[in-house]
């Protein structure tokens, strides 16, 4: 997501850097590029002209802060602009409201909107506890009601028989008498795709909006980002023909340019609300336009990773695992738990370019699909392994790495240098807790307990001599 947008910044930004103080000489060249940028991601040409008018104002205009960074400074004006003119705040659907809420899902053909039904009922159901009903309105595409009740069966969610043969107005309303029937607070609405130049069929979706109109329905847009600037026009013509209340940009992960996230709400005035990602039914993120901006400048996402890590980790597990690393217990068992969790958190790119910093590192790196691919490798090794070899790695010898071996499909030597690495990374943790035990590492680092129990101020024991690092696992 925005990679090559995040590159370019980069580049641009680094003409500021060093500077004594904020110029229009100095940061035109920065301007210039970031201009440049901005067009070849293909944002609205209105959108680059105002944006970059509006950072070159508020630059000259700013006083520089005394014990604050020029350079800094210049790119907080950046993020903050580019956060405005994404829209500054997530904003979501109005759940809290009388009555049933209808969410109408609509778009272009092949953009994803059946999948992001799916996932919108998801999040729905776990994140905000509401009672879901599907309602199949496509009866141009009869595939896509076996498609949405498959969904519905996967995320636990009820879906409306429809009959395909009624017309999507009257589907809507055998749908929403249903919802009352069953005391549901959400009915998602799946239309037909349509071209946005078919009259007839943008009629029968203003006919469909015309019956909800007492229950204010929200109309969301599911828009391909990979189309850039075209998904701009999407918008704007739905928008202007029955009225959205949101869009959603689907296959952000693919597009690498983000002319879509930057031109959509500053063209259209509606807010993106959700990023629809990949196939699987948890793939989807609140869109939050000053988290994005950070992510573009390559200032990372901490809040995002956050949230990412809460979804899948129990904090009960999690402290069963720090008690365990604390007495230098660190298993076969545990390192496998740990790769399942941060396969349940996405790709490790993705993972990684939410650190700050890390979009550049990365760049350098290049792909990372082979050290996943490693990680997958060893998996298998770990599958074919008992529970007592994953609990005690000493204990494998010879014979049974003959065993693991031929039980998943490796080499005896892949086996052995699987057990080597993870020995080394043992080793690792050993050390590590050792030096957060004895009150080393960084500074102002808290000890293992943080985040799971109160933290507690550790002293240097008379005595010792201290290593470098303040003392610890460097002790002498």
């Not at 205009?61 to 014990?67: L, R």
């Given at each position: 997501?925005?990679?090559?947008?995040?590159?370019?910044?980069?580049?641009?930004?680094?003409?500021?850097?060093?500077?004594?103080?904020?110029?229009?000489?100095?940061?035109?060249?920065?301007?210039?590029?970031?201009?440049?940028?901005?067009?070849?991601?293909?944002?609205?040409?209105?959108?680059?002209?105002?944006?970059?008018?509006?950072?070159?104002?508020?630059?000259?205009?700013?006083?520089?802060?005394?014990?604050v960074n020029p350079s800094e400074q210049f790119i907080k004006i950046v993020h903050d602009e580019l956060a405005e003119v994404?829209?500054?705040?997530?904003?979501?659907?109005?759940?809290?409201?009388?009555?049933?809420?209808?969410?109408?899902?609509?778009?272009?053909?092949?953009?994803?909107?059946?999948?992001?039904?799916?996932?919108?009922?998801?999040?729905?159901?776990?994140?905000?506890?509401?009672?879901?009903?599907?309602?199949?309105?496509?009866?141009?595409?009869?595939?896509?009601?076996?498609?949405?009740?498959?969904?519905?069966?996967?995320?636990?969610?009820?879906?409306?028989?429809?009959?395909?043969?009624?017309?999507?107005?009257?589907?809507?309303?055998?749908?929403?008498?249903?919802?009352?029937?069953?005391?549901?607070?959400?009915?998602?609405?799946?239309?037909?795709?349509?071209?946005?130049?078919?009259?007839?069929?943008?009629?029968?979706?203003?006919?469909?909006?015309?019956?909800?109109?007492?229950?204010?329905?929200?109309?969301?847009?599911?828009?391909?980002?990979?189309?850039?600037?075209?998904?701009?026009?999407?918008?704007?013509?739905?928008?202007?023909?029955?009225?959205?209340?949101?869009?959603?940009?689907?296959?952000?992960?693919?597009?690498?340019?983000?002319?879509?996230?930057?031109?959509?709400?500053?063209?259209?005035?509606?807010?993106?609300?959700?990023?629809?990602?990949?196939?699987?039914?948890?793939?989807?993120?609140?869109?939050?336009?000053?988290?994005?901006?950070?992510?573009?400048?390559?200032?990372?996402?901490?809040?995002?990773?956050?949230?990412?890590?809460?979804?899948?980790?129990?904090?009960?597990?999690?402290?069963?695992?720090?008690?365990?690393?604390?007495?230098?217990?660190?298993?076969?068992?545990?390192?496998?738990?740990?790769?399942?969790?941060?396969?349940?958190?996405?790709?490790?790119?993705?993972?990684?370019?939410m650190i700050p910093g890390m979009g550049g590192a990365l760049r350098e790196v290049g792909d990372l699909s082979p050290a996943?691919?490693?990680?997958?490798?060893?998996?298998?090794?770990?599958?074919?392994?008992?529970?007592?070899?994953?609990?005690?790695?000493?204990?494998?010898?010879?014979?049974?790495?003959?065993?693991?071996?031929?039980?998943?499909?490796?080499?005896?030597?892949?086996?052995?240098?699987?057990?080597?690495?993870?020995?080394?990374?043992?080793?690792?943790?050993?050390?590590?807790?050792?030096?957060?035990?004895?009150?080393?590492?960084?500074?102002?680092?808290?000890?293992?307990?943080?985040?799971?129990?109160?933290?507690?101020?550790?002293?240097?024991?008379?005595?010792?001599?201290?290593?470098?690092?303040?003392?610890?696992?460097?002790?002498?």
């Open positions: 997501m925005f990679d090559i947008l995040n590159e370019k910044f980069a580049s641009a930004l680094k003409n500021i850097q060093g500077k004594g103080k904020i110029s229009e000489s100095n940061i035109s060249d920065a301007l210039g590029e970031i201009r440049t940028a901005l067009l070849e991601a293909d944002v609205n040409f209105k959108v680059v002209r105002n944006f970059v008018n509006a950072v070159k104002e508020k630059a000259l205009g700013e006083k520089v802060i005394s014990g994404m829209g500054k705040a997530n904003e979501e659907i109005e759940l809290e409201r009388d009555g049933i809420v209808p969410v109408l899902i609509v778009g272009l053909n092949g953009q994803g909107k059946t999948t992001f039904c799916g996932k919108l009922s998801r999040h729905l159901t776990l994140k905000k506890k509401k009672n879901v009903l599907l309602v199949p309105a496509d009866n141009f595409r009869p595939a896509a009601k076996k498609q949405l009740e498959i969904l519905a069966k996967d995320v636990g969610v009820d879906c409306f028989d429809s009959d395909l043969s009624m017309l999507p107005k009257d589907i809507v309303i055998a749908g929403m008498a249903e919802a009352k029937r069953l005391k549901k607070d959400v009915v998602i609405i799946d239309t037909a795709g349509r071209l946005h130049v078919d009259e007839e069929l943008m009629g029968q979706l203003k006919d469909v909006r015309e019956v909800l109109k007492d229950q204010n329905p929200d109309v969301l847009l599911v828009a391909d980002a990979m189309t850039g600037q075209e998904a701009v026009n999407v918008a704007k013509t739905f928008h202007e023909t029955v009225g959205l209340s949101g869009v959603v940009l689907s296959k952000m992960d693919s597009d690498a340019r983000g002319g879509a996230a930057l031109s959509i709400r500053y063209v259209t005035g509606v807010p993106i609300h959700y990023i629809s990602n990949g196939e699987k039914m948890k793939d989807l993120e609140l869109f939050h336009p000053d988290r994005l901006a950070k992510r573009i400048l390559d200032m990372g996402d901490i809040l995002s990773l956050v949230e990412k890590a809460e979804e899948v980790i129990d904090e009960k597990d999690a402290e069963k695992m720090m008690q365990k690393m604390e007495k230098g217990k660190f298993t076969i068992d545990d390192f496998m738990k740990q790769m399942n969790m941060m396969k349940k958190m996405g790709s490790m790119s993705s993972l990684l370019k996943e691919d490693e990680m997958d490798r060893m998996k298998v090794i770990i599958s074919s392994m008992t529970k007592g070899e994953r609990d005690n790695h000493k204990i494998i010898k010879e014979s049974r790495i003959s065993r693991i071996a031929k039980g998943s499909g490796n080499t005896i030597q892949a086996v052995k240098d699987f057990l080597a690495k993870f020995k080394q990374m043992e080793s690792m943790m050993g050390n590590m807790m050792g030096m957060l035990k004895g009150g080393g590492g960084m500074p102002g680092f808290a000890g293992p307990q943080a985040g799971f129990r109160q933290q507690k101020k550790q002293k240097n024991k008379k005595g010792k001599k201290k290593g470098p690092w303040g003392g610890g696992f460097f002790n002498k």
